[in-house]
C-alpha cells in the first residue's frame, strides 16, 4: 500500500511539473524562446527553487541521496554499487538522546537501563540509515562486557524500501515498452537491488553470518571474529564484542602498535582465500572500510572481518573447481583447465576442448611473461572464469563475486605493502587447499558427507541382490542359457543362507532373552 501511494504521489508531481505539460502551456510558434524565458525564470526565482529542493528528498531519498553524493564525489559514477553505497554516510542526523532511548526501548523490549550502564552518546559511526555505538553492559554476557552496539533508523529503512518497490514497479513498465528492457531484464536487476538492500538492513542474517565466520575461523591464529552477543540481537540492534582495533590501511597506526604491515597483508590473502575457497562462505563486498587489525594484547596483530552484511557461500562443486580450476592454471596445464570447464557445465556441449584451451593460453600467458612483482593473481582469476564467453558460456555468479572478493583483497593488501607476494601467497595456499582435497582428510570429509546415503542403502543390499537374481530367474533374461543351471543353483544357495542367517538371529535373540532372564532371577 506504501508502494502504491508512492507511485501516485511520484506521478502527480510528474503531471505537475512535467515536461508534456510545459510544452503543452508554450505558444505555438515561439516554443524555443518561451522556454528560454521560463527557465530564466525559474532560475530566478528563489522560492520555487526551494520548494523544489525541498519536495525531491521527500519523494525519493535514495536518489536523492546518490545524486548529492556524486555531486560532491564524482569518482563514485565508476565505482560499483557496493562501494557507491558505502559511500553515502550522514544520509541524516543519528539518533541521540531521548530518540535513542526509544528506539532501544522498542526493539530491547525493555529499558536500556536496565541492560546497560553506559552508552556512548556520539556514535563511532554514523553509516547509511544505521549507527554504531560503544556500550557497557550491566552484566558480563561470555566474559564480554565493553560491546559494540549498531542500532537502525527504522524511517529511513522504511523509505528506502519504499523507493525500491518504486524503481522495481518502474522496471516493470519500462519492460512493457521497451525491447532492450526485456533483453536486459531490468526488472530482475531492479528486484535484485531491493534484495541487496533488504539483506544491509536485516541484522539478524548478518549476527547469523559473523556467527558463523567465527565457527570457521575459531581456531585461525591470524584472524579474530567478534562474538555475537544474541540476547540483543534483534531486527532493529546488533550486539558484538567490542575489539579495539586499527584500520588495515592506517600504515601509521600500525606502525604505532608495532604491527608487521607485511605480515598483515600476507594474511588478509591467505585468509580472504582460504575462507572462500576452503570453506566456501565469504565476504562478497570486501573493501577496507570491513578489514581491522586488532591492537588488543590478547589479539594484537590479527585481522578483525566484522562486517557480515553481504555474505556469499559456494557450494562443493564450485568451489572444487576453482581450486582445481586455479591450481592447473598457476601450472599452465590448460588442456585440464578445458576439461574442468566441460565438466562444470560452464561451455556448451558442442564447444571444443582444444579452442578453450587456445582461448585461456591466449589470455593468461602474457601473465607469466611479466616480473613476479608485477604478477596480479586477481588479473589471472578473471580469465580463469570469463575465458568460456566467446563460446556462449558463463560461470556462476557466485564465482564471479568470489574472484572479485580476492581481487579486491589482493588490491587492499598491495595498498598495506607493496611489496608483498600476492601470486606465490595465493599459489600456495590453493595448492595447499587442493592438496587437502585430494589427500586423506579430502576422501575423510566426502566418506562423511557420503556415510548418511550408505547408512541407509548398505542394509538393503542382500534384499536387493536376492530379488535381482529372483527376477531374473524368473523372467528368463539373465545370462545364457548354458548358465541357466548354474544360475538356479546359486539362488538356491542364496536362500539357504537366508534361512539361515535367519535362524541363527533368531536363535541369538532367543537365547540373549534367556539369558537376561536368568540373570535377573539369580541376581536378585
Known amino acids: 500500500m506504501r508502494s502504491r501511494l508512492r507511485q501516485l504521489r511520484l506521478l502527480f508531481c510528474a503531471l505537475r511539473y512535467g515536461f508534456r505539460l510545459i510544452w503543452l502551456a508554450a505558444p505555438e510558434h515561439h516554443k524555443l524562446h518561451w522556454f528560454l524565458t521560463l527557465a530564466s525564470s525559474l532560475h530566478g526565482d528563489p522560492r520555487l527553487a526551494s520548494r523544489l529542493h525541498g519536495s525531491l528528498p521527500r519523494l525519493a531519498p535514495l536518489a536523492t541521496a546518490f545524486a548529492q553524493t556524486l555531486a560532491t564525489r564524482p569518482e563514485l559514477a565508476g565505482a560499483t554499487l557496493h562501494d557507491a553505497i558505502d559511500a553515502i554516510e550522514h544520509f541524516e542526523e543519528p539518533l541521540a538522546g ?46 564480554h562486557q565493553t560491546i559494540t552496539l549498531r542500532v537502525l533508523r527504522a524511517k529511513q529503512v522504511q523509505e528506502v524500501d519504499d523507493d525500491a518497490a518504486l524503481l522495481c514497479a518502474v522496471a516493470r513498465w519500462i519492460e512493457r515498452f521497451s525491447r532492450a528492457a526485456r ?78 604491515v607485511t605480515q598483515v597483508a600476507a594474511h588478509l590473502i591467505e585468509v580472504v582465500t582460504r575462507q572462500a575457497f576452503e570453506h566456501g562462505f565469504f565476504h562478497a563486498a570486501l573493501d577496507a572500510c570491513r578489514v581491522a587489525v586488532s591492537v588488543e594484547p590478547e589479539t594484537r596483530g590479527r585481522l578483525v ?159 536387493m541382490v536376492f530379488r535381482f537374481l529372483e527376477h531374473h530367474a524368473k523372467t528368463g533374461h539373465g545370462p545364457a542359457a548354458g548358465q541357466a543351471a548354474q544360475q538356479a543353483a546359486l539362488l538356491d544357495a542364496w536362500r539357504r543362507e537366508h534361512r539361515r542367517t535367519r535362524a541363527l538371529l533368531l536363535a541369538c535373540a532367543v537365547c540373549g532373552g534367556l539369558i537376561g532372564v536368568t540373570a535377573v532371577l539369580f541376581g536378585s
Open 98 to 143: 531521548e530518540a535513542l532511548n526509544t528506539t532501544l526501548r522498542a526493539a530491547l523490549g525493555k529499558p536500556p537501563e536496565t541492560v546497560f550502564t553506559w552508552i556512548d552518546p556520539m556514535p563511532t559511526h554514523n553509516g547509511w540509515c544505521e549507527q554504531t555505538h560503544l556500550a557497557r553492559l550491566a552484566l558480563p554476557v561470555n566474559a
Open 183 to 260: 533483453k536486459l531484464q531490468l526488472h530482475a536487476l531492479a528486484q535484485a537491488l531491493r534484495e541487496d538492500l533488504q539483506r544491509r538492513f536485516d541484522l539478524r542474517a548478518q549476527a547469523a553470518n559473523l556467527s558463523q565466520s567465527g565457527h570457521q575461523l575459531g581456531d585461525d591464529p591470524r584472524v579474530v571474529v567478534p562474538d555475537v552477543i544474541w540476547d540483543l540481537c534483534t531486527p532493529q540492534t546488533i550486539a558484538v564484542q567490542h575489539i579495539d582495533t586499527v584500520r588495515a590501511t592506517d600504515i601509521a597506526g600500525l606502525a604505532e602498535h608495532h604491527i608487521n
Open 305 to 463: 572481518l566484522a562486517g557480515a552484511a553481504l555474505m556469499t557461500s559456494l557450494s562443493s562443486p564450485e568451489r572444487e573447481f576453482f581450486v582445481h580450476g586455479a591450481t592447473a592454471l598457476f601450472e599452465q596445464d590448460y588442456a585440464r583447465l578445458a576439461t574442468l570447464h566441460h565438466v562444470a557445465g560452464h561451455v556448451p556441449a558442442h564447444a571444443r576442448t582444444e579452442q578453450i584451451e587456445a582461448e585461456l593460453r591466449t589470455r593468461s600467458e602474457a601473465h607469466f611473461a611479466s616480473d613476479t612483482d608485477e604478477r596480479s593473481a586477481g588479473a589471472l582469476f578473471h580469465h580463469l572464469l570469463h575465458s568460456v564467453q566467446p563460446f556462449g558460456g558463463e560461470v556462476s555468479p557466485r564465482l564471479v563475486a568470489a574472484q572479485r572478493a580476492f581481487g579486491q583483497a589482493e588490491k587492499l593488501a598491495r595498498s598495506i605493502h607493496p611489496g608483498v607476494d600476492a601470486w606465490g601467497i595465493a599459489r600456495h595456499t590453493l595448492t595447499d587447499i587442493a592438496r587437502q582435497d585430494l589427500g586423506h582428510h579430502g576422501w575423510i570429509r566426502r566418506l562423511s558427507q557420503e556415510l548418511p546415503h550408505l547408512a541407509q542403502i548398505a542394509p538393503r543390499v542382500p534384499q
